[in-house]
């Protein structure tokens, strides 16, 4: 199965201040069939990004999904106090489809 | 606007078989391509993909639960269940029932996503 490894594992930022969180994958695609999911403390995670860089209706335009192979970058500017959460990479390229272990992004 | 429910118990004996239904408020499942997807993530880890049924009943599941798990839909109902034998500690989770952001794809990315239940395996 693919393995995804995600970096840093906690980064802390101040509002306003952007953030580049990044999820690398053990076997290359090119496809695009990643997604980034945020999850809150005692919450659903949920869907921000997929196909790597296609956003869902209703996430702010702060947050930006790229990247290809076997690198992909989620980028949030601006950040507002409601981003600071933990967010997760899955790759669906092939089954079964994996998630990484997470970035947490804490408020400094 | 759809929703997920996850029900039912919290707590399972070691051995026994974790059994959890997902209640679908909304549109009705026959009606839909949908491939209802149960993920389940650990105590502060990460989430791991359990499998899926579809409408008809056809289901896929991770390699690594395959020999214990069994998925199950009843449409009538608007429900689909999950089943996990012979349950370790190693179980301990909270399980989320999970509908794909579309349908018709069957290993892809998930938009719906019920509360999440947690089931802990105990003596």
């Known amino acids: 199965e693919i393995v995804l490894t995600q970096s840093p594992a906690t980064l802390s930022l101040s509002p306003g201040e952007s953030a580049t969180l990044s999820c690398e994958t053990s076997?290359?695609?090119?496809?695009?069939?990643l997604a980034w999911y945020q999850q809150k403390p005692g919450l659903a995670p949920r869907l921000l990004i997929y196909?790597?860089?296609s956003r869902v209706a209703g996430i702010p335009d702060r947050f930006v999904g790229s990247g290809s192979g076997t690198h992909f970058t989620l980028t949030i500017s601006r950040l507002e106090p409601e981003d600071y959460a933990v967010y997760y990479c899955?790759?669906?390229?092939?089954?079964?489809?994996?998630f990484g272990p997470g970035s947490r992004l804490d408020m400094k | 606007q759809e929703r997920l429910q996850e029900s039912g118990p919290g707590l399972v004996k070691p051995s026994q078989t974790l059994s959890l239904t997902c209640t679908v408020l909304?549109?009705?499942?026959?009606?839909?391509?949908?491939?209802w997807t149960w993920i389940r993530q650990h105590p502060g880890k990460g989430l791991e993909w359990i499998g899926f049924?579809?409408?008809?009943?056809?289901?896929a599941y991770n390699p690594s639960l395959k020999s214990r798990v069994s998925m199950t839909v009843d449409t009538s109902k608007n429900q689909f269940s999950l089943k996990l034998a012979s349950v370790t500690a190693a179980d301990t989770a909270v399980y989320y029932c999970?509908?794909?952001?579309?349908?018709?794809?069957?290993?892809?990315?998930?938009?719906?996503w019920g509360q999440g239940t947690r089931v802990t395996i105990t003596s």
């Open positions: 999970v509908r794909p952001q579309f349908s018709g794809y069957d290993i892809t990315h998930y938009g719906l």
């Open positions: 909304g549109d009705p499942m026959d009606t839909t391509g949908y491939f």
């Open positions: 049924v579809d409408r008809t009943g056809n289901t």
């Open positions: 076997q290359s695609f090119t496809s695009g069939h």
């Open positions: 196909s790597a860089s």
């Open positions: 899955q790759q669906y390229n092939e089954s079964p489809t994996t």
